[in-house]
């Protein structure tokens, strides 16, 4: 029975995790919970799979916790985080943590040797070298859970001595790919996914198309493949997950349901797959498969992402940082839909080049971004 440490217990992704655990008793347990301010999940979590270690944010609600459970272990605040992701007992570890808050402890458990499942795109955006190298030094396996990598994942297995032409990583579209994109678009109308149901951030992230450029730089990372071999393919129905093209011209696609579960559990169990009550894939009722290039003046944070790359490891930190900043200000209503774009791009025509090869270094750098963006915000420079 493999334990199975879950960063982000409360979250889409950790509760989709939790499923598979629930569904395969036999073949999972469910050690560490880890979650940030939803005490009340969190407490129907611990009732339900009675994990050896649990986290929470505030020391207020570590000490309800405390009092519901008083033979857990239970971690909060920055030192306990720090603590429990540097924990080793655990076979998998599900790195699912909402923007940078995600680095450091993915950074803690790949330095000590351990089996991830990465679901969180912004540690490889900031700190891609950084992990990657430390997982060959370590002896860490890191694997993925977006369904979009997932897909090349298993597209690539058996494939090591075949060259990779390109990968084409589809995309939904989001809520506004046959919609025109104006000032008025509101939170509710950017929150309403045509295909998946995900957290707010990944949500509207997925809507502007930032979410595919964060998708090019952790391919680039995982695969060893250049930004210009990966190509953005606009795939509505999201049944093709993604593709690969060799050399040869043969493309070989991921094509399965709509469900995280699929690519969480074949990361869990990895490299066998597991059986699941999941309605299976009829090819007869797809009928066809239309694929489509997305709009780059229209979707301009893919444009963004792509300059990104190529300024180097500095720009991609403040592309992440800006767009975390801003997307917080538009669900508050401080910002247009349209000034996440004019914000990000303001950010990286000023941004500094800085080299960083520390988890701090890196947070420290994002931090100073996060602040400059607010500043942006607060004068109403946008």
């Known amino acids: 029975m493999k334990k199975i440490a879950v960063f982000g217990s409360t979250g889409s992704i950790g509760q989709s995790t939790l499923a598979v ?30 994990p050896e270690n649990v986290y929470i944010s505030s020391e207020e609600n570590a000490e309800k916790l405390r009092r519901l459970f008083p033979g857990l272990r239970i971690f909060c605040g920055e030192q306990g985080m720090e603590d429990i992701s540097g924990r080793t007992d655990f076979d998998v570890s599900v790195s699912a943590l909402v923007g940078v808050a995600g680095l450091a402890p993915t950074y803690n458990m790949i330095k000590n040797g351990k089996t991830v499942a990465l679901a969180n795109k912004e540690v490889l955006v900031a700190g891609g070298k950084l992990i990657m190298d430390t997982a060959k030094e370590s002896g860490a396996t890191l694997l993925t859970v977006d369904s979009e990598h997932s897909a090349i994942m298993q597209c690539l297995r058996g494939e090591e001595e075949n060259k990779i032409e390109k990968i084409l990583l589809t995309a939904s579209g989001g809520p506004f790919f046959d919609k025109e994109i104006t000032d008025d678009i509101t939170a509710a109308q950017a929150l309403a996914h045509p295909t998946w149901s995900m957290g707010a951030k990944v949500t509207i992230d997925s809507s502007t198309m930032m979410n595919k450029g964060f998708e090019i730089i952790e391919a ?56 699941n009550n999941i309605e299976k894939l009829d090819l007869f009722d797809v009928c066809e498969l239309k694929f489509e290039k997305p709009d780059l003046c229209k979707f301009p ?29 538009f669900l508050s209503g401080e910002i247009k839909y349209t000034d996440i ?18 988890v701090k270094e890196i947070l420290d750098f994002d931090g100073k971004i996060k602040t400059e963006t607010r500043e942006l915000i607060n004068s109403r420079k946008i």
């Open 220 to 275: 680039k990372w995982l695969f060893g493949v250049e930004a210009e071999r990966i190509e953005v393919v606009i795939h509505r129905k999201s049944l093709v997950h993604s593709m690969v093209q060799f050399q040869d011209g043969t493309i070989m696609a991921n094509i399965g349901p709509k469900s995280m579960q699929i690519p969480i559990a074949y990361a869990l169990n990895y490299p066998k797959r597991l059986q």
């Open 341 to 358: 774009p004019k914000g990000i791009e303001k950010i990286l025509a000023v941004c500094e080049t800085r080299k960083m090869s520390a």
């Open 301 to 329: 944070c893919l444009r963004l992402a792509y300059e990104a790359i190529a300024k180097g490891h500095s720009a991609q930190v403040a592309l992440n940082a800006a767009n975390e900043v801003l997307v917080a200000a």
């Open 21 to 50: 655990i629930r569904e395969n008793p036999e073949d999972f347990k469910a050690v560490t919970l880890v979650a940030g301010k939803n005490i009340e999940k969190l407490i129907s979590q611990i009732k339900e799979f009675a």
